[in-house]
């Protein structure tokens, strides 16, 4: 059974910094590519970041290009989010992903981000 | 950017109803298009991939069509557990980007 289970959200001031982990198992993680996605309060989904299989390649939202790195451990299967420089409108939950060709075919249940001073 | 315009926003129907979901995408993004199903307080949860495909273990009463810039999601007849917010999604054209959703309530 695959499982998701992100971690690491929590209450940063404006300008501070949080690192997300996304632990993985029953599948072979290196085999895929992992996204995040995240959801504001009260408002849709939105895409943040993906990750290639083997962590080549990697590709942000411009919203948060400059701020956030995506890397992976696939020699422990845990997928992170470094988050810098947050704002006040980066506060959302957090979900990271599994993904196939694209979609997201597995979710984690989420990590609250609350950036407010 | 492609822009993913769903309506309607909010879907008021009964259980047994037909409920006919649309996406619409500001250029053509072919079949790639999936739909997600989110209830409160839980992750979203893929429906349909590719358009039309079903994702493993969705039942038959879901279906999705259409390619192109116009696309539809159909469930056939409303169970209660049904009733949640839908999101359509397009995997064409970096970067992948989502509609604002429509809920049924």
């Known amino acids: 059974e695959v499982q998701l289970l992100d971690s690491g959200g929590g209450l940063v001031q404006p300008g501070g910094s949080l690192r997300l982990s996304c632990a993985a198992s029953g599948f072979t993680f290196s085999s895929y590519a992992m996204s995040w996605v995240r959801q504001a309060p009260g408002k849709g989904l939105e895409w943040v970041s993906s990750?290639?299989?083997?962590?080549?390649?990697?590709n942000y939202a411009d919203s948060v290009k400059g701020r956030f790195t995506i890397t992976r451990d696939n020699s422990k299967s845990i997928l992170f989010l470094q988050m810098d420089s947050l704002r006040t409108e980066d506060t959302a939950v957090y979900y990271c992903?599994?993904?196939?060709?694209?979609?997201?075919?597995?979710w984690g249940r989420g990590t609250l981000v609350t950036v407010s001073s | 950017e492609i822009v993913l315009t769903q309506s309607p926003a909010t879907l008021s129907l009964s259980p047994g109803e037909r409920a006919t979901l649309s996406c619409r995408a500001s250029?053509?993004?072919?079949?790639?298009v999936a739909w997600y199903q989110q209830k409160p307080g839980q992750a979203p949860r893929l429906l349909i991939f590719?358009?039309?495909d079903r994702a493993t273990g969705i039942p038959a009463r879901f279906s999705g069509s259409g390619s192109g810039t116009d696309f539809t999601l159909t469930i056939s007849s409303l169970e209660p557990e049904d009733f949640a917010v839908y999101y359509c999604?397009?995997?064409?054209?970096?970067?992948?980007?989502f509609g604002q959703g429509t809920r049924v309530e």
């Open positions: 250029q053509s993004v072919g079949i790639y």
């Open positions: 590719d358009a039309s």
């Open positions: 990750i290639s299989g083997r962590g080549v390649n990697a």
């Open positions: 999604h397009q995997r064409s054209i970096r970067p992948p980007a």
């Open positions: 992903a599994k993904e196939l060709r694209g979609d997201y075919v597995d």
